[in-house]
């Protein structure tokens, strides 16, 4: 294997990209657009903290909590594992109890009592506070039950968001027409989230009477409002000609935030987000009883309210509509209504729609989420917001939150949508967040691990995301023998505290951290998906990634000069002076070799002496190298995730998947390799370096070299620089590795089911359990002999493919000369 990872060699220079940093060009107008942003930390501070971020640092997650299963033990125990994994804080969702589509509860669930807002609720997110103090840790709360948009049960129809409606009728004039105007039918909501509820409410806007005819003008179109009375009898004298006359009214559009929490389907509404007395007390209601249950916490453990991307459909009307669109636009849109019915198609009435749109825009914004920003800062909290779905505008919505997010799912490139991270810029927010590896059933199948999540992670900080909350971290309200446990339904990559390698993979969470940190700095001075560059008060930062899944060779040319590169490691946590790099008269060109997926920051110190020089590891060449295999018999203690540990020796690496023992062939946990090597007293000294290479590892490594822990390994190549720990004679090697749930599950499948199944959604996205048994809610022995595992969502059938589990090798100790430059 080629070393040059750890070790560069120099590499003739070819494929030289040219870097410009537009410092004399840029510099001073994005400044002056970021004054309101924070300073960044001094260059010391940030290699000071590059092990260790601090807190503010860490990736948050998004805590989901399954309708009424709750508990205060599993409160403590997630948020302790938060902590223990490098977690900074969390964001709670009140959700329905399973979600597909959306809300598709459980049934029988073991809390009915323990409803939204109940005596047992507030006394749960208090005693969350309370943990979250204890812990360092940080909470807040999505704003609304479910995960979209602004409401709850205590929007009435009235309050919710209204539309537009009419009924139309064709007369004949020249006569005294006496007729009643029938009201438009109300219609069902049919949107994403939806409960299916009829309107009941409503309210009449106008009733206008259009010719029947060719090229209508709007001074043509008669508003006949005093013409009818209270029961829609309509009396007037018509003038000759044929006429449609509209009845035109205001309904709720049912919109409902989903999913609801079960007690809630039914019963709660999204707020009308045009009209500022609506969002006033719909913030009202949700801010109030906050402040009252949680009091002291606010604004100290407890920092924050979201809002989810906007689900809640549209909305075109509020009862203010036409006096706020006469003041915006200066003309009446009534007229324009009833012509649009008639005559959409023609190019004022198209100018007119768009007249519309921007005024529905506007009064989003201002009445809506704007509203919502002051309410929520007025109350001590900060606002976090995903502006986008809605129809509103999204660029210009991203200077209202405090933390303005994105998003990205799992299975592609990472980048959030590149207007968050650009209005962010003009609008000086520092900090931009994302909804970070939300998962479909289809790709999410307890079969993610952290090297498969890294290249969506690093494609997010290419495109601007600084900031990610992990979709999802669900809570555990069982007992911990109940594993892998609750799920949010068939969505999200399954982190948390029965994820196989939570422990282990504080390293990829440390790894998020050290990213952040660094990308959190200074002002943006320009990104493509493989580079972005900041600059802050004492340096030029370069974080540069290879997306491809093979090895790249780049030369980097920079138009500075008199500096020093520096490549901090943002995996390891290591600086170390750039290897391969030389000065022209104008330039710096830099030598990188990027295996698959690896992302490095290149940093330029504004001064050569930067005052953290012993921080910095010499850069290093290599000047040979030689290797041998480690051979087996390799001792196995399994200690599976659930069930009792046991011992196995294997004479050759191989893959559990394919073990004839079934123990072994559906195992789930972490399995640790021990080995003695040994180490002449001629390999090591000044000049000498010794590797360990682990060829094929599934999932995760923890490496321990005489007892000391040496490194985690948690995305290829598997590669450790073992020389601080190794001494001469017998070395004695661990290596745990860990692999995820799938082939447990697997497993479990190979018996019947001890539970009664609900709907089969196909191979690709798997089936629920329709109700809690009896023997769960009885804490009974479970009927099943051969099931371990228990969850709400199972993705896999007994036919379904294992996935490959544990150290396949082959494992390689290297002995490098090196000299230091």
């Not at 929007?155 to 007729?179: A, D, F, K, P, Y």
Request: net charge negative; hydrophobic share 35%; with cysteine.
């Amino acid at each position: 294997m080629d070393t040059s990872r750890y070790f560069p060699n120099f590499i003739p220079m070819k494929n030289t990209i040219l870097i410009i940093p537009l410092v004399c060009l840029l510099t001073a107008c994005v400044h002056d657009k970021q004054s309101a942003s924070e300073p960044s930390e001094p260059l010391r501070t940030l290699a000071e903290q590059f092990k260790q971020p601090a807190d503010c640092y860490k990736p948050y997650v998004w805590w989901h909590w399954m309708g009424s299963n709750f508990s205060k033990e599993g409160i403590t125990k997630d948020l302790e594992a938060m902590k223990e994994a490098g977690i900074g804080g969390a964001t709670i969702f009140n959700l329905a109890s399973a979600v597909q589509e959306t809300h598709a509860p459980t049934e029988n669930n073991p809390w009915p009592e323990q409803t939204f807002r109940s005596e047992a609720y507030w006394e749960a997110l208090r005693f969350a506070a309370s943990e979250a103090k204890r812990l360092g840790l940080k909470l807040g709360l999505q704003s609304t039950p479910g995960y979209s948009t602004s409401g709850g049960p205590w929007i009435t129809e009235e309050r919710g968001m209204q539309q537009v409606v009419s009924s139309r009728t064709s007369l004949s004039g020249n006569r005294l027409i006496e007729t009643v105007l029938e009201k438009s039918e109300l219609p069902v909501y049919k949107g994403w989230g939806s409960t299916q509820q009829r309107a009941s409410y409503y309210r009449d806007v106008a009733v206008m009477a259009v010719p029947e005819k060719a090229d209508v003008k709007t001074y043509e179109i008669l508003d006949l409002s005093d013409a009818m009375d209270t029961t829609g009898l309509l009396r007037w004298q018509a003038p000759a000609g044929r006429w449609t006359v509209y009845r035109i009214g205001h309904a709720p559009t049912m919109s409902n935030p989903h999913p609801l929490p079960d007690d809630l389907i039914g019963h709660a509404l999204e707020a009308d987000k045009m009209s500022k007395e609506q969002m006033t007390y719909h913030w009202r209601s949700v801010l109030e009883p906050l402040k009252e249950h949680l009091k002291e916490y606010i604004g100290d453990s407890f920092t924050h309210l979201l809002i989810d991307s906007y689900e809640a459909g549209d909305q075109d009307w509020t009862p203010d509509f036409r006096k706020d669109f006469i003041r915006l636009k200066g003309y009446d849109p009534l007229p324009w209504i009833a012509l649009r019915n008639s005559a959409g198609e023609r190019n004022d009435v198209k100018q007119f729609t768009e007249d519309y749109k921007e005024v529905v825009s506007r009064l989003y914004i201002d009445n809506g989420w704007k509203i919502a920003r002051e309410m929520i800062n007025e109350a001590g909290l900060k606002f976090y917001w995903e502006p986008y779905f809605g129809p509103f505008d999204s660029f210009e919505s991203v200077a209202i939150p405090d933390i303005p997010m994105g998003e990205f799912w799992t299975g592609g490139k990472g980048a959030i949508w590149n207007t968050i991270p650009k209005a962010a810029r003009i609008y000086g927010k520092r900090i931009v967040g994302a909804e970070a590896f939300t998962g479909r059933p289809e790709i999410s199948q307890y079969t993610e691990d952290p090297a498969f999540l890294k290249h969506t992670a690093d494609g997010s900080f290419a495109s601007g995301a600084n900031l990610l909350f992990l979709h999802h971290w669900v809570h555990q309200p069982f007992d911990d023998r109940y594993q892998p446990g609750m799920g949010m339904g068939w969505w999200g990559t399954h982190f948390g505290r029965h994820q196989t390698w939570i422990k282990p993979g504080k390293a990829f969470f440390t790894y998020l951290a050290r990213c952040q940190m660094l990308l959190q700095q200074g002002v943006f001075i320009s990104t493509d998906e493989r580079m972005l560059h900041r600059k802050t008060s004492d340096a030029d930062l370069y974080f540069i990634i290879n997306p491809s899944d093979s090895i790249e060779t780049r030369t980097f040319a920079f138009a500075m000069q008199n500096r020093i590169p520096e490549l901090w490691l943002p995996d390891k946590g290591i600086i170390c002076q750039a290897a391969d790099w030389r000065e022209s008269a104008d330039s710096i060109f830099v030598n990188l070799k990027l295996y698959a997926d690896e992302s490095v920051f290149l940093i330029f110190p504004d001064k050569k002496e930067n005052g953290y020089t012993a921080m910095i590891q010499p850069a290093i060449k290599v000047c040979g190298e030689s290797s041998r295999e480690v051979a087996g018999p390799w001792p196995i203690s399994f200690a599976p995730k659930l069930g009792e540990p046991f011992q196995r020796e294997f004479a050759v690496l191989s893959d559990f998947s394919e073990d004839k023992d079934t123990t072994i062939r559906y195992f789930a946990g972490t399995a640790t390799y021990r080995k003695t090597i040994p180490v002449d007293a001629n390999a090591l000294g000044k000049q000498k370096r010794i590797l360990l290479d682990l060829g094929e590892v599934n999932d995760i490594a923890e490496l321990t070299v005489n007892g000391r822990e040496a490194d985690v390994l948690w995305y290829p190549p598997y590669l450790a620089d073992i020389t601080p720990w190794i001494k001469t004679g017998e070395n004695e090697i661990e290596i745990a590795v860990t692999n995820n749930w799938a082939n447990r599950l697997i497993g479990d499948e190979q018996y019947p089911a001890d539970f009664e199944w609900g709907q089969d959604r196909g191979e690709k996205l798997g089936r629920a359990m329709k109700t809690y048994p009896e023997w769960f809610l009885q804490n009974q022995p479970r009927p099943s002999n051969g099931r371990k595992t228990f969850s709400i969502w199972y993705y896999h059938r007994k036919d379904s493919p294992l996935q490959k589990a544990g150290l396949l090798g082959p494992v390689r100790i290297i002995e490098q000369d090196v000299e230091m430059e």
